[in-house]
């Protein structure tokens, strides 16, 4: 686990959450790849779009990291103040966010990265 890891995730869903656009793909690989279930989309453009359509905030709660690889439990609040949970696996690679996945609970994103409770942070 590597500290720069968690913060490059901590501050990329604090970019997010102010919607903070400029930092956020300052923050990001020029050729990242967002998705869902529903899809995904490749680059700064699509990252852009994509987060100025969210109306949501996400804020982190259990992080999860091994080689790269960064999950996030995540507390969904909507605009309208209804809550919920997810989570995001996050790639980063040199300090840069170079994908990120969200899921729609926690159990799935750690399947799809393959950590376990062993890659849970202190």
């Not at 903070?20 to 793909?25: A, H, P, S």
């Not at 994509?50 to 080689?67: C, F, H, M, S, T």
Request: net charge negative; glycine share 8%.
């Amino acid at each position: 686990m590597t500290t720069s890891e968690m913060a490059t995730v901590l501050a990329w869903h604090d970019a997010l959450n102010a919607g903070d656009l400029d930092t956020l793909l300052t923050l990001s690989s020029d050729d990242i790849e967002i998705g869902d279930a529903a899809g995904a989309a490749q680059g700064h453009a699509a990252l852009r779009e994509w987060a100025q359509a969210l109306d949501v905030k996400a804020e982190p709660g259990r992080i999860y990291v091994n080689d790269g690889v960064v999950v996030v439990e995540q507390r969904i609040i909507s605009v309208t103040g209804e809550e919920g949970t997810a989570a995001s696996a996050f790639r980063v690679v040199r300090d840069h966010v170079t994908s990120m996945f969200r899921h729609d609970d926690l159990a799935t994103a750690l399947a799809a990265t393959e950590l376990t409770e062993a890659d849970l942070t202190g």
